[in-house]
T-cell receptor, first 112, second 115 residues
Framework: KQEVTQIPAALSVPEGENLVLNCSFTDSAIYNLQWFRQDPGKGLTSLLLIQSSQREQTSGRLNASLDKSSGRSTLYIAASQPGDSATYLCAVEAGNNRKLIWGLGTSLAVNP | EADIYQTPRYLVIGTGKKITLECSQTMGHDKMYWYQQDPGMELHLIHYSYGVNSTEKGDLSSESTVSRIRTEHFPLTLESARPSHTSQYLC??????????????FGPGTRLLVL
């Protein structure tokens, strides 16, 4: 059974720091891995989608990597800002029905 | 910019009432999803649809039902609300077809409180 784990559960950093969020999954048979952001009381915003054949994707200050063989992905945030404060969720698309299996998220606080 | 809407945003209702949570998207996406999320817990897929007249139950057992009569509309109904249904309900859609088209776009969610 596919399981997704995110470490750390919470992270607090000063503004300007570069940081890395980790996501691991137990079964390498995935279609893609997606990173989302969730702000309190709101829905989710898609940040990056990495297809199973890709190694990384970049969007602005965000860079996500995928190592399918080891079952790991990292989300790198450069020069963090207070506006980056949110919960970051990782999900893998897998199975015959191509459903998303979700991690519990990393709660990020960037302090001014 | 994704255009997916959910109403109501917040709902407080008494036990036994019938409720319908609305979800609409204007992107013409074939795939739509309903997730349930409790505080501090992961998202659980409760229903999904791959197109008009197609609906499937997700991984989490749910007493709710859904319908997909039109591409843009995917309402979720609880025939008799109970306190155990208190949760946040998130609707999402995706274009489908593989690759980046599998990106899911989410609505703002409905927070339901059943007294």
């Amino acid at each position: 059974k596919q399981e997704v784990t995110q470490i750390p559960a919470a992270l607090s950093v000063p503004e300007g720091e570069n940081l890395v969020l980790n996501c691991s999954f137990t079964d390498s048979a995935i279609y893609n891995l997606q990173w989302f952001r969730q702000d309190p009381g709101k829905g989710l915003t898609s940040l990056l989608l990495i297809q199973s054949s890709q190694r990384e994707q970049t969007s602005g200050r965000l860079n996500a990597s995928l190592d399918k063989s080891s079952g790991r992905s990292t989300l790198y945030i450069a020069a963090s800002q207070p506006g980056d404060s949110a919960t970051y969720l990782c999900a893998v698309e897998a199975g015959n029905n191509r459903k998303l299996i979700w991690g519990l998220g990393t709660s990020l606080a960037v302090n001014p | 910019e994704a255009d997916i809407y959910q109403t109501p945003r917040y709902l407080v209702i008494g036990t036994g009432k019938k409720i319908t949570l609305e979800c609409s998207q204007t992107m013409g996406h074939d795939k739509m999803y309903w997730y349930q999320q409790d505080p501090g817990m992961e998202l659980h897929l409760i229903h999904y649809s791959y197109g008009v007249n197609s609906t499937e139950k997700g991984d989490l057992s749910s007493e709710s039902t859904v319908s997909r009569i039109r591409t843009e509309h995917f309402p979720l109904t609880l025939e008799s609300a109970r306190p155990s249904h208190t949760s946040q309900y998130l609707c999402a859609s995706s274009e489908g077809g593989g690759g980046l088209q599998e990106t899911q776009y989410f609505g703002p969610g409905t927070r339901l409180l059943v007294l």
